[in-house]
């Protein structure tokens, strides 16, 4: 027998999201069909609304509420936005605001730099941070993109057309094992990488 079209629809919509097969898909769903009309609505709503009230910050690509925005690092005069810490992803902005001490500001990529499956510069928004670096003032920039090939890759890339500015270009060193993902490292890791940051070579 098959199910109500509904069922089968949420059913869908649950196996979309990352890690959930279609066994965790059906138990979600039979969870929601179980539970209160007005659960359902609020879990409906709070789908709907990071869609509605969250948008890009439009000074470094982070997630911000539509309300405040330049989001509230950004729009925070104690951060000194002359030094802007390159990331390629929102969930990076917060595992490095966890590790705290980091006091500059951020530019989230979204993505990494990879020609061959479509992202090339457009995609990372790297044509908005060279304007940032160049309407300044701006004197360090530290690309810490994950130290995976595509993070690494993209570190290169952004070294070499931020390299005319002349400013101090720098990436997190130790401590951040290949291949890990920033959003995966306690704190103290972070950190550490963070201090121990080095300028990157230009050739
Ligand atoms: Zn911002």
Redesign the pocket.
């Known amino acids: 027998m098959n199910y109500p079209e509904p069922i089968t629809r949420l059913i869908e919509a649950f196996r979309r999201l990352p890690g959930v097969g279609p066994r965790s898909a059906a138990r979600m769903t039979w969870h929601v069909l179980n539970g209160s009309y007005d659960d359902a609505v609020e879990m409906a709503r709070a789908v709907v609304g990071v869609h509605k009230n969250i948008t890009r ?6 997630y ?1 509420d539509t309300a405040s925005n ?6 925070d005069p104690e951060r000194d936005a002359a030094t802007i810490c390159v990331v390629e992803s929102a969930e990076d902005v917060l595992a490095l605001e966890r590790a705290g001490g980091y006091r500059g ?2 530019h989230v990529l979204g993505g990494t730099f990879n020609p061959a499956s479509g992202k090339g510069a457009a995609a990372i928004r790297s044509g908005e941070l060279v304007q940032r670096a160049k309407n300044g003032p701006v004197n360090e920039i530290i690309i810490a993109t994950n130290p995976s090939i595509e993070g690494e890759a993209t570190a290169l890339y952004l070294a070499e057309i931020l390299e005319p500015l002349g400013l101090q270009i720098t990436r997190p060193a130790h401590g951040i094992p290949m291949g890990a993902d920033l959003e995966f490292l306690d704190g103290d890791t972070i950190a550490r990488a963070m201090s121990a940051r080095r300028r990157m070579e230009n050739k």
Do not use: F, L, R
């Open positions: 910050c439009t000074a470094c690509g982070n911000t330049p989001c509230p690092i950004c729009a500001v951020y």
